[in-house]
Each structure stands twice: as C-alpha cells, then as structure tokens.
C-alpha cells in the first residue's frame, strides 16, 4: 500500500460509517413521525394492559379468566409477555411510550432488512433507497397503524431469524450461530406472541430449500431442534404446545384482519400492498428472462419458496401481509435495484452533489412538522371505540354484567372491571370455547332465535354498536330499554331497572383524552384478591 493510501482508507471507511449512521437517524424520525399518527388502538390493547398488571402486581400470570361472566376455559395467553411490557412503559413513560415503543420496534424491522439487503450484495443506506423503503413501509402500515402491537415482536423475530439464516447461507455466520441464538430468540417469541411458530416454519422453509439447492443442511435440522427443546420454557409448560397448535390452525371468519387480501371485506389500503408485490414480482420475472435467454440464470430454491410461502399467507389472511412484505423486500431488492439502477443511473450522477441533501432535508421537513402537528399523545378514536357509553356506565354507577361487541371487551374491562364483567373479548380461543364467537356473532345479525343467548347468559346491560341489526329489534322489547345513545353507541337497561334520570357523560373529547388510562384495576387489593380467589 502506497504511503497515504492507508489513510484514505480509513477516512472512506468514516465516511461510510458516518453516512449509514445519518441514514438511521433519518429514517427512525420518519417512522417515529408516522408512529405519531397512529389513533387506531387495536382492540385487544387493553387486555394486553389488564394482564400486564396483573403479572407486575401478583408474581405471575393469570391461569383462569377473571374478566367475563360467561364460561372460560384455563388461561393460555401466548401474548402475557407483551402485557407487562406495554405496563411497564405506560407506568415509566407514560402514553408517550407507545409511540417510542411502536417506532423503535418498527425501526429494528427496516433496520435487519437493510442487513439482509447488504448480505444479498447491494447498498441500502443512502437517500437514493428511501423512496424504496418508504413503499415497503406504507405496504404494511395498515396493519401496523396503531400505538403498538403484540404482533409486532413476530415481525421483527422473522427479520432477525432470516437475518441470522442468510448469514448463514452466505458463510459470514460464526460455526455456531444456529445453535445460540435461534434458540435464544424462540424462548422470548414463545412469550411475546403466537406467531412464533412462523419461527419454526422459516427454519423448516431453509432446510427444504438448501436441500433442494443440494447444499448442506445439517445445522439447519440441529437448529431447529434446539428451538423446539426450548419450547416449555413458558409459565404453562408442555400444555402450552397445544395452543399454539389450535390457535394456528383455528379459522376466524368474523374478524376483518384474518380475511383474504381478495375478500370483499378487505379495506381498500390493502391494495398498497398488492401494488408493492405486483411491481416486485414482475420486475422480478423480468429478470428472470433476461438471464435465461443469457444463461446466467441461477434458481434459488430458497429464496422464491419463502416469498412463495409468506405471499400465500399474506393473499390468505391480510393480518400476515408484514411477512410477504419483509421477504420479498430482502429477496427481491437486489434484483429490482439491478433493473432499475441502470435506467436511473445517469440522472442521479449528474445530481448526486445535491440528491442526498434534498432527499433528507424533505424527508426531516416532513419528520418534525408531523411531529410538532401531532405531538406525543395517542388518541382514541371515539368512533370506534364505546367512550361516551362507558363513561355513561361508570358515572351511574350502573353495575353488573354487560352484553357487548367482541369488540369492544378488552377497553370496556380496562375501563368498567371490577364492577362490570363482560361477555367476550379478543382473547378469543385462548380463554372461551370455539362456540362464543358465532354466537355473540348469531345475537348481533338479530336472526332468528337471537333471543337464545340473553336466556343463556342473561346480562344486567347491554352495549352495542348502531350498525349492529339487533339494535332494532331491542328498541322494541318490552324488555330492554334504553338508558343512553349516542351517534354510534347505545346503551339498554333492563325495563325494571329503568330510571327516568340519568347522569350525562360529557362531550369534551380532552375529558377523555387525559382519562384515557384511567381505571379502578387494582390487584393488590386485598378485597379483590379475596373475592377472585372465592369465585
């Protein structure tokens, strides 16, 4: 080497580093900028939030429902784990840590998918690649558009998985890589959430397409049987399997999120995604012919069965599309950059003094105006969720069993136990019998023999969604009548507990904005304790 050679080595070396760092930087104040945004509180939030409590406040999970007043089966919550996180930054943080949560969580995703880009042979960390990513990130926001998801740690676990078996794949992993951290990770991804079975299933997809590639796939298999040696490490044990495996198989045919990317009942933002998957995967067939007809054509086995395999789940379930999303980004980017860096190449040389500038200078206008305009606090969206019917309950003390949408049962718990107790909630197949969702389902269409699961499971109140048909026909039973209603919620009574006056919930939208982690749970009660023990 050439005496100052080794210094411009160094100092290029600075450069790059110091040009990857400002990338990251900017990228995680875009995202923290949408993260900002987000209104849309899944549902099941609030249950996360209960259980979460309760693991802080008593030493351990919760074995049995406490929740409803319909009958429960033993408590198998394969997402007890995110709970006492989600406690943990509210009681340190406050709501704004959400937004943080949900922004870093999302950040790690794009941050290992760069990685895996990197490991594929292409440069991902410069201005020129946002407008990529940026594509990438509004294909999978609807599903991620909200404070924060358990479903979120699944994600991020299926990036570093892939991450660590291209590593793998390419010979830059340490001997025994395979060995150490899979099976590490699955012991957090069997707590954090039920995807972790994906995990599995990513592992099984590397050891068909290696075999098929004719490269070895012994660490493979060894892995592997190491992430299922980890499984019980779980406050259920062995029994937990058996959720894992009914909760992955169960169908869901009322709940939006699990319909097919084609189904009449998709929203129309899932269509961002079939935009992304359809450019990728024509350029991608592009390429394909342009290296057949010059026989430089390589087929990877494993590559196209995983994006084979996840873009199957995510036109099956739409709740998956992330997972098609991260696997056609990381396997399709370098040949869809080899496409289209040569028809842009020119143009982009010509500006390039200015281009990284410009591109991060509109990208940060956008981070800090977002940000300023819509601030740190997370709000709930009071058409979607019962906030005026349930401050209506509180404030007349109106006690007692409450019939509801499967909805709204986690927030109506957060925000009415211990002096409600609701019919479902979210928890779905964790906590009830496969029977209570169709028939919650059955009493909403208001068909014929509705009446079946107020003789069965006869509540005290009744809380309902107007758009909901059975609304009507409880009007005019001589039975219920209706203590509150607003725009989008009502509120029916029993006729015999039917008061003339009652206490009005305000209209001030900040009244519930600073009330909106409010709740009476409290687990260190002696008095709760001893009654929930009794029961």
């Known amino acids: 080497m050439r005496k100052g050679e080794g210094g411009r080595v160094k100092s290029e070396g600075i450069n790059k580093n110091l040009k990857q760092i400002i990338f990251y930087i900017v990228f995680f104040l875009f995202i923290l900028a949408f993260s900002t945004m987000a209104s849309n509180y899944d549902f099941d939030f609030w249950a996360r939030l209960i259980i979460g409590q309760y693991f802080v406040q008593v030493g351990h999970v919760p074995f049995q429902d406490f929740l409803s007043y319909t009958p429960t089966h033993a408590c198998f919550d394969h997402e007890w784990a995110p709970g006492v996180i989600f406690y943990l930054v509210y009681k340190f943080f406050s709501s704004p840590g959400f937004l943080f949560l949900q922004a870093i969580l999302t950040f790690l995703i794009f941050f290992f998918m760069t990685k895996i880009i990197e490991l594929r042979g ?72 039920g995807g972790c079975t994906i995990g599995l299933g990513l592992i099984v997809l590397y050891i068909i397409g290696e ?39 169960n169908s869901r045919p009322m709940i939006s999120e699990w319909q097919g990317l084609f189904s009449k009942f998709t929203p129309k933002e899932c269509s961002k995604f079939t935009v992304l998957a359809s450019i990728l995967i024509l350029t991608e067939l592009g390429v394909i012919i342009k290296r057949l007809i010059s026989k430089t054509f390589d087929f990877d086995k494993t590559k196209f069965l995983i994006v084979a395999a996840t873009l199957f789940f995510a036109i099956k379930h739409i709740k998956l599309i992330p997972f098609a999303v991260i696997s056609m980004t990381c396997f399709f980017y370098d040949d869809f950059y080899t496409a289209f860096n040569t028809l842009t190449r020119n143009f982009f040389n010509k500006i390039a003094i ?59 718990s957060y925000k009415l136990y211990p002096h409600n107790k609701i019919f479902i909630d979210g928890r779905y197949t964790s906590v009830y019998g496969r029977s209570m969702l169709p028939m919650i389902g059955y009493f909403h269409t208001g068909m014929k023999g509705w009446k079946k699961v107020l003789e069965i499971f006869p509540p005290d109140i009744i809380l309902l969604g107007k758009t909901e048909p059975v609304y009507l026909l409880l009007k005019n039973d001589k039975f219920w009548k209706v203590a509150f209603e607003d725009k989008s919620f009502i509120v029916f009574v029993k006729t015999k507990d039917f008061k003339n006056k009652y206490k009005q919930p305000s209209d001030d939208i900040n009244y519930y904005q600073k009330r909106l982690f409010d709740t009476d749970i409290d687990f260190k009660d002696k008095k709760w304790k001893k009654k929930e023990l009794k029961n």
């Open 122 to 193: 292409v440069k991902t960390t410069s201005a020129y690649n946002f407008l990529f990513y940026y594509f990438a990130f509004i294909a999978f926001r609807y599903i991620v558009d909200m404070p924060v998801r358990c479903q979120m740690f699944s994600f991020i676990f299926f990036t570093v998985f892939l991450y660590l078996l291209e590593r793998e794949r390419k010979g830059v992993g340490g001997k025994y890589d395979l060995f150490i951290y899979p099976p590490i990770i699955m012991v957090f991804w069997y707590n954090l959430h």
């Open 211 to 249: 075999f098929l590639n004719k490269k070895p796939v012994k660490k493979y298999i060894f892995s592997l049987l190491a992430c299922f040696l980890v499984y019980p490490i779980n406050p259920w044990g062995f029994k937990y399997m058996k959720l894992l495996v009914i909760d992955s198989w």
């Open 354 to 412: 200015f281009k990284d500038t410009f591109i991060y200078l509109i990208i940060l206008l956008f981070a800090f105006s977002t940000i300023y305009m819509k601030g740190f606090g997370p709000y709930l969206d009071f058409l979607r969720f019962p906030v005026r019917a349930v401050e209506f309950i509180k404030i007349n003390n109106l006690k007692g069993n409450i019939l509801q949408d499967f909805n709204f049962g986690s927030y109506i």
